[in-house]
């Protein structure tokens, strides 16, 4: 049955159906999450040699250098090296931070912020409005840095091969907008990849703010979920060829490739900015982990190494998010309920406009916590109440799939209740 | 023969034998340093376990968390435990951040510049004008900070009681003037450990700035030289009884206990501090690295752990400071130069007014390198010329003994070129 084109009255025997199974579920006082893109503890496990590689006092040397002291601002070479290989970079664009590559992008932000960027422009903080570029749905965590700044955000529209460049180029012909956030790989949540052509205008921008910046989190970039391990325009190379390397901060990090609370971190930028990053960032730390630098470099040998390793994390979410996607086809055709078959990342996408808060609150009741309905929007509010995050990894598969069941029977319910207006 | 009192003879004399002593020590082509309080290869090797405390996967769980996926924005409870007993203070008066407490009083003068502080004060950067006391000699970063952000620093003299009490009291009368750096005990440069009446003051002060912070820098509160462990007051006690208790900032690390480039660093602070800085906080950072926490808490056990891993550290640098201070007794009597035999700390501050960056310079061709003449001062401009940071940590003995040859030799010199005019 379509419940977009059904009769009250059959609208009303799925309801009684429906609120049935889901008191059912109520009555079970479960407790499952699908709300944040943690890996499990299968995953984590991977990682195990990652904790003892680094085991000695001799082992504390590398590249001539006593990991254990003081030093090393931008990292050790061999770590600069791993991710260079990685992202396709120079190990001289590449700053190795320290577990999070969320604190390396609020820091570059608020150094914008205060002192202004690498070419001494006006410090954002002493601008009457400054603007910022949200593509949505988004990552909630970079929404939150432009909120408490207390910039504007601006939503843009994603579709499967990312922003809605004509908006993009449109907008940033107003001088207060000053950047943008990314996710050009496996986007969070939609997992979407960002085209050539996406990746070519973003390259090519000539906003109309000299000090306009891209922070491109390429936090997803070797987090394949299928054999089509999908390559991207290198945004660097795309800007060389219109002098707008300055425009651009990538970021990446080893937190769903090792150790979320104990990775390494590292942002990517052009010469000129590395150069204006050193002589700020020398003010706040004398330098990030080197042992745990090590331990990574020499858990992985290279960038074969990494890309080996997730394989296994790959064996482990593929089936996952099949079953999620298996359970939404299953049960929830004809309710206008649209998501995305995510070939990378940590998230499936799932709409259904006028039912995301419904459903969130359906769910919650039922004790499985979902991210907050709206959080894929800036200031968590989403005009249409349509988007969720799912998020498959951490729960186990037999509590996943418990999971999934109170998703589609919460989905479907709210899905009739408003059907029935 | 006392420099001062001599005549041009006789220091015309002295000058050709100490030419040609320094004459000799540029031939040998050195290569010393004695310039940053880094521990010495031998200091680090004594944490050694630290490397393989935590080792399967099994060990990464710790108070119920698995340390190695995300969150834990203030630390975990065992660390804040241990760091709460050996500061004297509540476990949710701690928070833990990364390998350094330089970032964390970077990031908290930061949160005041951009946010204000906890009792929502106009942000610093909205001020015309911020001014900042600043006890010298001092330390370097401390000042730095300041210079970052355009504050106006104001020099208050130290003695071996602590800053001038009497000039800190008259100084916040200022409005403009917001806060104070503190090194309490075993200060950086000069050993100096604040006395009781000190400590009294400033938790007594009653600034004309309603968001005035003492920015209390903890940094050595278990690093003692003798057998004698002073112990200070408990500022945040101290300043309970006045209602100061949000003025203060207290920060600490194993840095100087474990590894500089790998510990574990806190900042301690009242309720009211804690509850503004998590809220900020929790934008910029999901939580430090855990595994690296829970390795310190199994280490050390306690803070008797602590301080008994400290009397190890006190066995390889006790003889180290007593070389430095015997060289100095035997080669610089009668010369005007002063210094302090410190019982604690990573330094020995050394005067001689008027010839420091002649040292400094002379140091330098022969091979020795040295802190920075005018480094302990704000904006690196010491009036009296007077000052330089002797760092005997690092060098192994032997080459210390070289490098103070070198020292004594170069002073010298500079206090028969000076008398000389």
């Not at 001799?58 to 990991?67: A, I, P, R, Y």
């Not at 997803?220 to 089509?228: A, G, N, Q, R």
């Not at 707008?244 to 769903?256: G, R, V």
């Not at 939404?328 to 309710?335: I, K, M, P, V």
Request: proline share 5%; charged share 25%.
């Amino acid at each position: 049955m379509d419940i977009r084109n059904a009769s009250k009255e059959e609208l009303l025997t799925l309801k009684a159906e429906l609120t049935a199974q889901y008191d059912e579920c109520c009555a079970k006082n479960l407790k499952l999450n699908m709300a944040r893109g943690k890996p499990g503890a299968d995953q984590l496990d991977l990682s195990k040699d990652l904790l003892t590689v680094i085991a000695t006092n001799e082992d504390t040397v590398m590249d001539g250098t006593d990991l254990r002291n003081y030093g090393g601002l931008d990292g050790i070479p061999s770590c600069k090296a791993l991710f260079a290989e990685l992202l396709g970079t120079k190990p001289e664009n590449v700053l190795i931070g320290g577990n999070a590559s969320l604190t390396m992008m609020y820091d570059n932000m608020m150094r914008l912020w205060v002192f202004g960027d690498c070419n001494g422009s006006t410090p954002w903080s002493k601008l009457e409005k400054v603007k910022f570029l949200c593509p949505v749905p988004g990552y909630d965590r970079h929404f939150s840095i432009c909120q408490q700044l207390g910039m504007e955000m601006i939503p843009v529209p994603m579709d499967d091969n990312g922003p809605d460049m004509n908006m993009v180029e449109e907008l940033v012909k107003d001088e207060a907008v000053k950047g943008i956030w990314c996710v050009p790989k496996y986007s969070n949540p939609s997992g979407a990849v960002y085209s050539d052509e996406v990746i070519q205008r973003f390259a090519a921008l000539k906003p109309a703010a000299k000090d306009f910046k891209i922070m491109w989190d390429n936090a997803y970039v070797v987090h394949h979920l299928t054999d089509e391990e999908i390559e991207i325009l290198d945004i660097f190379e795309e800007a060389k060829k219109h002098g707008n390397e300055d425009m651009i901060f990538m970021f990446a990090s080893t937190s769903k490739i090792t150790y979320p609370g104990a990775g390494v971190a590292c942002m990517v930028a052009s010469e000129n900015n590395m150069k204006w990053t050193k002589k700020l960032l020398g003010v706040q730390a004398i330098g990030p982990d080197k042992i745990n630098q090590a331990r990574h470099v020499k858990f992985f040998g290279n960038a074969a190494g990494v890309k080996e390793h997730m394989k296994k994390h790959a064996a482990i979410l593929a089936p996952k998010f099949q079953m999620v996607l298996d359970m939404l086809e299953q049960n929830l055709q004809g309710t206008g309920a649209t998501w995305l078959a995510a070939k990378g990342g940590y998230f499936i996408s799932f709409d259904l406009p006028g039912c995301a808060t419904r459903i969130f609150e359906l769910c919650k009741n039922a004790g499985l916590v979902m991210t907050d309905a709206g959080a894929t929007w800036p200031y968590g509010k989403d005009p249409q109440d349509s988007n969720l995050r799912i998020a498959p990894s951490l729960p186990p598969v037999s509590e996943l799939k418990d999971a999934m069941e109170v998703f589609c029977i919460c989905a479907k319910l709210a899905a009739v209740e408003k059907a029935l207006g």
